[in-house]
């Protein structure tokens, strides 16, 4: 497929797209044709002048001007290149014109969202067109969903096959909110009756897999010893995201359950979470409360350098079947931004070079890329470790 661009970055001048951008001016392949998009094209300027101070001699992006709110500026801009990495949300609100644009011209498609129900949604409307042109489409390419899905993955490897399996995954992250990360979460919970419409849609619509059975397991684990701590089940994305992959791929086994949670080293930090989550969630429900908590932090705001430094992910997890215990553990760097700019870049790069299975429409990064992408990350400083394992 020969287009003007190998990869182009939607929303590069934005805090996360920034990061992102940096991380690419670094790592991209000499020989590879990439591009900065956004509407301003100054502001795409200035960027493109730091990053080839801060990276002299690597490949300099070229400047496309593209505007979420104009889907025809989103197709030429689909049609000119091979990859489109987005990071324009909240997704809800922006993203699907894009989407539709990748779909519609056979463009691999990739993002962060971390919002179920624009998930959800771009299925229903865009899968079928994706099968048919051959576009890949790869939502949660960053701390949603990209460490729990692989994480998942590598667990499963490490266990015998052919037999139902069971895995649990415990969170624990130090991290900072963007202005970007806190619009998109308000919209989620100012609305729950549409995500709750949209995931009824999808699975309606959507096959199953013959003969298997692939499920999250919703019941509580108060306390953990591979997290050392107590948990909350985490109603994210991640979930969802990585029983799909199972959905996907038989070497989950005939019988698929996962469960998610978030951790903590003290049961006053876990209320402290529940109770402030319900509060976001009462009140994004009332116009006025909602306004005031999103003008805390605008779009385009972050942790400064300091705060992304000190910042750190660890998933652990537990896997069982077939006789067989297997404990693992998934590490790096600040979530949100740092290690996401990271999981972003690499998993273009993944797309744009690497040796993948057949795959179009949907799916996860963990059914497009898979060890590909493990192996780039872990070349890039992130931990995939087994742990221990046991007999059950």
């Not at 670094?26 to 990276?55: F, I, S």
């Not at 791929?249 to 978030?262: I, K, L, N, V």
Request: charged share 20%; aromatic share 6%.
């Amino acid at each position: 497929m020969e287009r003007d661009h190998d990869l182009v970055l939607f929303g590069a001048t934005g805090y996360t797209g920034a990061l992102t951008a940096a991380y690419l001016a670094g790592h991209v392949p000499a020989g590879t044709r990439w591009a900065l998009a956004g509407r301003n094209r100054d502001k795409l300027a200035g960027l493109r002048e730091r990053l080839a101070a801060q990276a002299p001699g690597s490949p300099l992006p070229d400047l496309l001007v593209a505007d979420a709110d104009d889907p025809g500026s989103l197709r030429a801009l689909a049609a000119s290149a091979r990859v489109v990495a987005g990071t324009v949300g909240p997704y809800s609100e922006r993203g699907g014109p894009l989407v539709a644009a990748c779909a519609a011209e056979g463009t691999d498609y990739l993002d962060l969202c971390g919002e179920p129900e624009f998930v959800d949604r771009m299925y229903l409307e865009h899968h079928a067109t994706a099968v048919g042109s051959g576009a890949r489409l790869v939502h949660a390419c960053g701390f949603d969903s990209v460490p729990h899905d692989l994480g998942a993955r590598f667990t499963v490897q490490q266990l015998p096959e052919g037999v139902p399996l069971h895995v649990e995954g415990f969170v624990r992250a130090r991290g900072t909110a963007s202005g970007g990360t806190l619009h998109s979460l308000m919209g989620a919970f100012a609305e729950p009756g549409r995500t709750l419409a949209a995931g009824r849609a999808r699975r309606a619509a959507e096959p199953r897999p013959a003969g298997r059975r692939v499920r999250v397991d919703r019941r509580g684990v108060p306390r953990t010893r591979l997290a050392r701590g107590w948990t909350l089940p985490l109603p994210s994305l991640d979930p969802q995201v990585v029983v799909r992959s199972a959905a996907a791929s038989e070497r989950y086994g005939p019988d698929f359950t996962y469960g998610h949670y978030a951790a903590f080293l003290h049961p006053t930090s876990a209320a402290a979470a529940l109770v402030g989550a319900g509060g976001l969630l009462a009140a994004a429900q009332v116009p006025a409360l909602r306004e005031r908590l999103l003008a805390l932090r605008a779009p385009g705001e972050g942790p400064t350098p300091e705060q992304l430094a000190e910042g750190w992910f660890t998933v652990h997890f537990a896997g069982r079947g077939g006789g067989r215990r297997v404990y693992t553990r998934v590490s790096g760097p600040e979530p949100g931004y740092a290690g996401t700019a990271v999981m972003l870049a690499e998993s273009a790069l993944c797309l744009l070079h690497d040796d993948l299975p057949e795959t179009s429409g949907q799916v996860t990064p963990a059914t497009a890329m898979g060890d590909a992408l493990i192996g780039r990350l872990r070349a890039a400083g992130f931990g995939f470790e087994v742990l221990g394992t046991a007999a059950d």
